[in-house]
């Protein structure tokens, strides 16, 4: 009888090992998705929106007005041509043009119908970081040049419905990466992303290098910022027949001497 269920045992082991031998190994639980990166939230720093006339997030200042006038004028032009995106520009620096795109941003944002991004394209000399008193670790240069993700590249202000995509250090060989399909296709997705959103594009000015002119065709429309009593008529002129062609928006006039 012992030796019958010592039998029977490795019967029964034999058995099993040539199931196990016949069977596909189990595969192991796939891996959960990785968690999203989240955008980093960043304070504003107030003694800087001050110092470089950002408005509209103080809710000080007799401009404050001024803004939500153009926030209006903005939204119609963009609703009735069915435009997203939005590049801000003038004749040459000190015109005012990344005040502007800040303050018309935060506008933007405040307005609960959509989100606004606001791109720093000026990558030569970007200063969106700085009018906002903060410090990118990494930005757009760094989504074009090192393949960092884009989620790790965008800045949360605590501003409700704005997000800010700088630019941390600046680059000199800038025009020919804005023309590349990379930055086509990120520029189509921005877009494209979020049905609600607006993207601001701050630009470099028109007359001081050829970033703009390269990077139009990426953008529906485009604003002229000009300075009351700096920008001759001859570079307004200039700047006028370049955008010939490229949905020109408008100019603003910044720093007018003159009461509505």
Known sequence: MDKLEKALQKAREDRERVLAAAMPPLEADPEPPPEPVRTMTRPLSPTELER?????????????????????????????????????TSPQYG???TTIAINLAMSLALDVKQTVLLVDMDMRKPSVHEFLGIEPALGLSDYLLRNVPLSDCLVKPNVERLVVLPVAGSLHD?????????MARLAAELKSRYPDR?????MPPLLTQDDTLAFLPQVDGVLL???????PIAQVRACAESLTGRNFLGTILNDSRFSA
Do not use: C, W
Request: proline share 2%.
């Open 95 to 97: 015109d005012g043009k």
């Open 52 to 88: 470089h006339r950002v408005v509209v997030r103080s809710g000080k200042g007799d401009n404050i007005d001024l803004f939500r006038m153009l926030r209006t004028k903005v939204i119609q032009q963009m609703e009735s041509a069915n435009l997203r995106t939005l590049a801000i």
């Open 174 to 182: 800038s025009s020919e990466l804005l023309g590349t399909p990379k």
């Open 225 to 231: 910022v000009v300075r009351d009593g700096v920008s």
């Open 198 to 202: 607006i993207v601001i594009y701050d």
